[in-house]
């Protein structure tokens, strides 16, 4: 009987385990969706409830020649027509955002943004939320191809462990003229913090996984990695050179990565 028991009970835990894991992404999906469209209806409702209303109306110029009652009471609540203000709504402030976006994009846009962060950054606490928001927003948003130019994988904390890093931009040694990378080591399970390293670009093991797929690995603490990593140092550029010049009998510093900064990015 304690075999059956047993045996039922694995099933079940197997079969609710099972059920959890293809409910709760669906329903997460769902509450995130739901928060966005809510956000977005709700920025611009205001101004399609002034239009339908007709409120709006009568600060229109005589020679127009507008006559609108609006819809009022029962009408509004009307299931297509809370579903036709909540589109409406979400398409308009999609509108407001691309002309926003088309502001910042212009000369006199910047000028104006430059500006109003010129007098947030004189505020304490403003200039502090403020910032950390758009740094944020821009390593996971459109700009982070240009910010994170490529992934690949940091000799750190010691030459035999890797970690994922983003390269940031590339210099060239004064003495030897060995190129050199800036990558940043981001730390898990928040991205927007870690360290910077320079290292030779001989010493990184590049990678041809996108950046979006390299944060995904990072926040996931290394689950969501793909089933093959090419992990051979016989295949980078360091050893490379070590070989053409230990067969030139000349000799290639190769030395470990300097720590420039750490702390939060």
């Given at each position: 009987m304690s075999r059956v028991a047993?045996?039922?009970?694995?099933?079940?835990?197997?079969?609710?385990?099972?059920?959890?894991?293809?409910?709760?992404?669906?329903?997460v999906t769902w509450v995130v969706v739901r928060f966005l469209f809510e956000l977005m209806r709700?920025?611009?409702q205001w101004v399609v409830y002034g239009v339908l209303d007709g409120g709006w109306v009568k600060y229109?110029?005589?020679?127009?020649?507008?006559?609108?009652?609006?819809?009022?009471g029962e009408q509004l609540q009307n299931p297509a027509i809370q579903w036709t203000i909540g589109i409406a709504s979400v398409f308009l402030t999609v509108g407001l955002l691309y002309?926003?976006?088309?502001?910042?994009?212009?000369?006199?846009?910047?000028?104006?943004?430059?500006?109003?962060?010129r007098i947030l950054d004189r505020v304490p606490l403003v200039k502090t939320v403020y910032r950390s928001c758009k740094k944020i927003l821009v390593t996971f948003g459109?700009?982070?191809?240009?910010?994170?130019?490529?992934?690949?994988?940091?000799?750190?904390?010691?030459p035999n462990c890797r970690?994922?890093?983003?390269?940031?931009?590339?210099?060239?040694?004064?003495?030897?003229?060995?190129?050199?990378?800036?990558?940043?080591?981001?730390?898990?399970?928040?991205?927007?913090t870690g360290f910077v390293f320079v290292v030779r670009r001989s010493d990184l093991i590049e990678l041809d996984w996108s950046v979006e797929d390299a944060i995904k690995v990072v926040m996931s603490g290394g689950i969501l990695a793909p089933p093959?990593?090419?992990?051979?140092?016989?295949?980078?550029?360091?050893?490379?050179?070590?070989?053409?010049?230990?067969s030139l009998g000349a000799d290639f510093p190769h030395?470990?990565?300097?720590?420039?900064?750490?702390?939060k990015s």
């Open positions: 047993n045996t039922f009970k694995k099933l079940l835990k197997a079969r609710v385990t099972t059920g959890l894991i293809t409910i709760l992404p669906i329903y709700d920025s611009s229109m110029p005589e020679f127009l020649g507008i006559a609108w009652e609006g819809i009022h002309g926003v976006g088309l502001f910042a994009a212009h000369f006199l846009g910047r000028r104006v943004i430059d500006m109003m962060e459109g700009e982070q191809e240009t910010n994170f130019q490529r992934v690949a994988l940091v000799p750190f904390p010691e970690s994922i890093g983003f390269v940031t931009a590339t210099a060239r040694d004064v003495k030897s003229g060995d190129e050199l990378c800036t990558c940043f080591i981001a730390t898990t399970p928040n991205p927007t093959t990593i090419n992990f051979d140092r016989e295949k980078t550029w360091g050893d490379l050179q070590a070989t053409v010049a230990q030395g470990s990565p300097a720590v420039v900064g750490a702390g």
